[in-house]
Nanobody, 123 residues
Framework: QVQLGESGGGLVQPGGSLRLSCAVS????????MGWFRQAPGTQREAVSC????????YYATFVRGRFTISRDNANYTVYLQMESLKPEDTAVYYC????????????????WGQGTQVTVSS
């Protein structure tokens, strides 16, 4: 049974940092591209950052470039999103998702999803 579980969200002040984790099971992580998406109330789910199965290919949305870093630990079946210099507009539910091989920035292209973790950036 495929499972993805996000953790690490919470309340943080503007300028602060958080590290999200996505623990996966039920498939071979090394064969899958992973994506982090987010969705704020009243908005569509959008790609934040993605990483290919080969780890060399990555994508960052322009609004997080230079502040967020995606990484993966295939041996431990975990994907991370390090978030720095957080802004109030980063407030959203963050989801991790998996698809075979190559990443895609469209949520509809992903096969498996986690339940999400809330990130709130507020003073």
């Amino acid at each position: 049974q495929v499972q993805l579980g996000e953790s690490g969200g919470g309340l943080v002040q503007p300028g602060g940092s958080l590290r999200l984790s996505c623990a996966v099971s039920g498939f071979t992580l090394a064969d899958y591209a992973m994506g982090w998406f987010r969705q704020a109330p009243g908005t569509q789910r959008e790609a934040v950052s993605c990483i290919g199965s080969n780890e060399r290919s990555t994508y960052y949305a322009t609004f997080v470039r230079g502040r967020f870093t995606i990484s993966r630990d295939n041996a431990n079946y975990t994907v991370y999103l390090q978030m720095e210099s957080l802004k109030p507009e980063d407030t959203a539910v963050y989801y991790c998702a998996a698809r075979p091989d190559f990443y895609n920035t469209s949520p509809g292209r992903y096969d498996y999803w986690g339940q999400g973790t809330q990130v709130t950036v507020s003073s």
